[in-house]
């Protein structure tokens, strides 16, 4: 049922009558906020910068995975790495450098593909899809798929594990915001699709495989023709291509908007956002790098895909970062700088976020190339030397 009452703010001692606008002088805002900034929240104003940790013990910390150390391909989807995962969602990363020579189907759930390098062609029973870097793929549960790249390629796999991707509710903006709809490609039974169904025993050709996962188990199933042999389709399930160059994000010149503003593809138990260049706030009053915040019911996960990352520092394309909910965490030090010069107009950023409502578990292979540095990367005194 909606929510139809007004909620009624409090407040108390020095705060700010518009969150993220018109701090009190020198103080640090803190939002914690619950339900992945859709719930109720608090806005408070400290004289220190919240990550202004100087040590830190236990497995409760922020992390960093470095995936350009990958170099090893693989041939078969099935075989990424699993970086983080719980039940709901599984986050790898695949790297291929020749054509699949086998057909794979996800029986877990719907998967999502983000092209972060590389380009080439993508088979799939519903027809032909050519991929370039920055492409969005999604692939509903039990679709079979194959990938031929050009080039080597780099993915990240998202698995809605037992779920379906859906697209966000655009609320007030309309269904327009952020990507039109029309926006979004669907593959095509081309010449292409047509050319490598001829590719079987019947025309000189081999048998084809299928590589079947379900329950993280792997089943194969051989047949004496390619099984990609449709003729025809119809329905409102299909798979989708979408690039980032095509999102619009929302903004606002006099505030701050939330991570949630950005989000663009969502599950039952979390939601991928996409952040991509957009003007910096130019009212002098509001907060112009991403705010201090314990998003207490998520786990946060972004991957920085290019440009320039002015809120973090020691990061590069290919890196990425975990924050388990539970504590604080916010803009490196930099980003202060950065945010106050005025020659600064927009930022130059495109990066992926999952924020999950379960905890994550982080893989073996995520270990072997994590930033063991990261936790201390957050410098108490340069936030002094930042606000001088």
């Given amino acids: 049922m909606a929510k139809t009452w007004i909620p009624m703010i409090h407040s108390e001692g020095q705060a700010s009558r518009q969150a993220h606008v018109a701090l009190p ?50 041939d078969c989807p099935w075989q990424a790495r699993l970086l983080l995962g719980n039940a709901h969602v599984k986050y790898r990363h695949l790297l291929l450098t020749a054509a699949m020579d086998h057909l794979v189907r996800n029986g877990d ?21 050519s991929y370039a ?6 692939l509903p549960r039990g679709t079979m798929w194959r990938l031929e790249p050009a080039r080597p390629s780099r993915f990240l796999l998202i698995e809605a594990t037992n779920d379906s991707y859906r697209l966000p509710e655009k609320g007030l903006v309309g269904p327009h915001a952020i990507f039109d709809p029309g926006v979004l490609q669907i593959p095509a039974l081309d010449d292409a699709f ?31 023709y390619n099984p990609l042999d449709v003729v025809g389709w119809k329905g409102d399930l299909t798979a989708v291509k979408l690039n980032w ?50 998003n207490d019911d998520y786990d946060e996960v972004i991957f920085y895909h290019r440009g320039e990352f002015f809120s973090r520092d020691n990061i590069h394309p290919g890196m990425i970062t975990l924050h388990p ?27 992926v976020m999952l924020d999950t409502r379960d905890a994550l578990d982080v893989g073996a292979a995520a270990e072997s190339v994590e930033f063991g540095g990261y936790v201390a990367s957050w410098n108490p005194q340069g936030f002094r030397q930042a606000a001088e």
């Avoid at 870097?133 to 999604?138: A, L, P």
């Avoid at 916010?330 to 495109?350: C, I, L, N, S, Y």
């Fill in 25 to 74: 002088e020198g103080t640090f805002e803190r939002e914690m906020g619950k339900e992945g900034f859709f719930g109720p929240a608090a806005h408070l104003y400290h004289q220190n910068p919240p990550t202004g940790w100087i040590d830190w013990e236990g497995p409760l910390k922020p992390r960093a995975f470095d995936t350009t150390k990958f170099a090893d391909a693989v």
């Fill in 109 to 129: 759930g719907d998967e999502l593909l983000f092209v972060h390098d590389g380009d080439g062609e993508l088979f799939c029973d519903f027809g032909h899809l």
């Fill in 133 to 138: 870097e920055g492409d969005y793929i999604m």
């Fill in 194 to 224: 047509r050319a490598q169904q001829q590719k079987g025993p019947a025309s000189g050709g081999r048998n084809w495989r299928v590589v079947i996962k379900r329950r993280d188990q792997l089943s194969t199933v051989t047949y004496p």
């Fill in 245 to 294: 160059r095509d999102i619009r994000p929302l903004m606002s010149h006099r505030y701050h908007l939330p991570p949630s503003a950005h989000t663009t593809f969502l599950a039952s138990r979390f939601v991928v956002c996409t952040f991509v260049p957009r003007p910096i706030e130019s009212d002098p009053q509001a907060l112009k790098v991403p705010f201090f915040h314990n």
């Fill in 325 to 351: 909910c539970g504590f604080p965490h916010g803009p490196h030090p930099k980003a202060f700088a950065t945010g106050a010069k005025a020659a600064r107009k927009e930022t130059d950023e495109v990066a």
